[in-house]
């Protein structure tokens, strides 16, 4: 166990990072860089230009790091709007489908739900936005509950959950109404995805939305949820050593291009997606780096 490393100058940064052969152009332009960027954030990006001595490789410059982390970061903002898509349009599945079905105050009985304790710790959690001594509750709740003398209808209420909330929501739905929401918007766009698939994708699409959303590094993660397979997949996904399966960034598309119910908006995404990919292609290879096809458009593509 050691302390850790005493805090640097950006001059000193610079000159450490040339002592393992990184090469610069404008060190003026680094230290602008580093002044907006924490170091410790830009070096996650570094491990993709190292020797097996952990030196950088001949060639590699400084800006070759800062446009690994740029692509990083746009590939992110474009995640995100495939997340919030999914997310919007769920939300209003889920609000619709139940109410009417069961009435607007649905949410609150435990017999629409399977499990009863997992029903309750949902509800348990969002109690502190609902609680009218609570000043920082959502706009929307203090309006409700100034012009209303009933609780919040679920087309209100399924405004207040997380991504991730709102996805074991779905989970701990009956499986009736789960077949019914699956057939009514997601067999009109593939006639073969079934229930069992849209819940495992949407705790995967949580987990990526929450890794875009905190900033952490994306286009080689791992991702510990691992999405039940299409059938109609192939090549989706490389074994470890110890023969565990790594899902690719490729994979994640391939959950939205099943899941996203705006086909427009998913094919501008692809168009989006493409052109990353020749922005950056100095430092990133969409077959090599991410697992994509050569053919990924055309498969991609709805």
Excluded at 36 to 42: G, T
Excluded at 193 to 212: A, D, P, Q
Excluded at 222 to 242: G, L
Aim: charged share 30%; aromatic share 14%; glycine share 2%.
């Amino acid at each position: 166990m050691r302390v850790s490393k005493p805090a640097l100058t950006r001059e000193e940064m610079i000159t450490l990072l040339k002592n393992r052969k990184l090469n610069f152009g404008s060190e003026s332009e680094s230290i602008e860089i580093l002044k907006r960027l924490n170091y410790q954030k830009l070096m996650a990006y570094k491990f993709k230009f190292l020797n097996s001595s952990n030196d950088f490789i001949d060639g590699t410059t400084f800006k070759n790091i800062y446009d690994l982390y740029k692509f990083d970061r746009e590939l992110k903002f474009l995640i995100l709007e495939l997340v919030e898509s999914t997310e919007l349009a769920l939300r209003t599945q889920i609000a619709y489908e139940l109410g009417h079905k069961y009435g607007i105050h649905c949410q609150f009985d435990n017999k629409y739900f399977y499990n009863n304790y997992f029903h309750e710790n949902f509800l348990k959690k969002l109690d502190y936005k609902l609680e009218p001594t609570n000043n920082e509750r959502p706009l929307m709740v203090k309006h409700h509950q100034k012009k209303y003398k009933d609780v919040l209808p679920i087309y209100k209420f399924i405004e207040l959950p997380t991504l991730g909330k709102l996805s074991k929501l779905f989970k701990n739905l009956l499986i009736e109404d789960k077949d019914l929401i699956v057939n009514n918007y997601y067999k009109s766009i593939y006639h073969k995805v079934n229930t069992k698939h849209i819940t495992s994708w949407l705790l995967t699409i949580t987990e990526i939305r929450n890794t875009c959303a905190h900033h952490e590094k994306l286009f080689d993660n791992v991702f510990e949820i691992s999405p039940i397979k299409h059938r109609a997949w192939k090549d989706i996904s490389n074994k470890t050593p110890q023969g565990k399966e790594l899902f690719s960034i490729y994979a994640v598309f391939l959950v939205f291009k099943y899941i996203t119910q705006d086909k427009e908006l998913f094919n501008e995404s692809i168009d989006k997606l493409d052109d990353l990919f020749n922005r950056y292609s100095s430092v990133i290879n969409p077959s090599k780096d991410l697992k994509f096809p050569t053919n990924w458009i055309t498969i991609l593509k709805i």
